[in-house]
């Protein structure tokens, strides 16, 4: 079993849409988790991080379930833009280890 | 300099050949950070360094790879006797701090063992 799982879609959403991912992480002792973006052939960068409490940046919310090891991701209202593939990270003792990644296509 | 710096972007090697993938990491960066990924696989952590103490070398896969570090700034991934399976996307990446810290990626060394 992979340490932090994802779909790996590919999610092909209209604009204007409302998309979730999720992600599931295996070791309870993770300490943080993050949501990074990566677009084709270019290097991940941070999207948000993610906190217990929840937390949102513009049209981006996060929220992270403890109790089932559980992460997610919402985009509002999608753009042309956002089309890149997401990638759930946790962060165990120091390293982050990354999720597959999952990707999503927004059509006009 | 303003990012991550990785060198070569490209290699080209034959099988047995040994490799050396070089890591600028941005300045003041205490801590560095060694991933492979394959296409359409998130990046897999292989090594990560903490000033010139590598902290955790749990991902490197087999003896043939090593890292270093050894004045804490740049850092060298050696890959011995390279295979074919060894072909794929080598990124680096440095944080101030610890990976509580946004860690910033390098545009990675592309290698292909033929």
């Known amino acids: 079993r992979k340490e932090v799982e994802q779909d790996p879609g590919p999610f092909n959403v209209p604009e204007g849409a409302t998309v979730a991912f999720n992600c599931t992480y295996s070791n309870s002792a993770s300490q943080s988790f993050f949501w990074y973006r990566q677009d084709c052939r270019k290097e991940p960068k941070l999207l948000m991080s993610?906190?217990?409490s929840g937390n949102e940046d513009g049209r981006f919310t996060a929220q992270l379930n403890r109790a089932s090891q559980y992460i997610s991701l919402l985009i509002r209202d999608s753009k042309l833009s956002d089309s890149a593939t997401y990638l759930c990270v946790a962060n165990q003792g120091g390293k982050l280890i990354f999720g597959q990644g999952t990707e999503l296509s927004v059509k006009p | 300099g303003a990012g991550v710096s990785q060198s070569p972007r490209y290699k080209v090697t034959k099988r047995g050949q040994d490799v050396a993938l070089r890591c600028d990491p941005i300045s003041g960066h205490v801590s560095l950070y060694w991933y492979r990924q394959a296409l359409g696989q998130g990046p897999e952590f292989l090594t990560y360094f903490n000033y010139e103490a590598q902290q955790d070398k749990s991902g490197l896969p087999n003896d043939r790879f090593s890292a270093e570090r050894p004045e804490g700034s740049i850092s060298t991934l050696t890959i011995q006797r390279t295979e074919q399976r060894d072909s794929a996307m080598y990124r680096c990446a440095s944080s101030l701090a610890g990976a509580g810290n946004t860690i910033y990626f390098g545009e990675g060394s592309w290698l292909t063992v033929v």
């Open positions: 993610v906190y217990s």
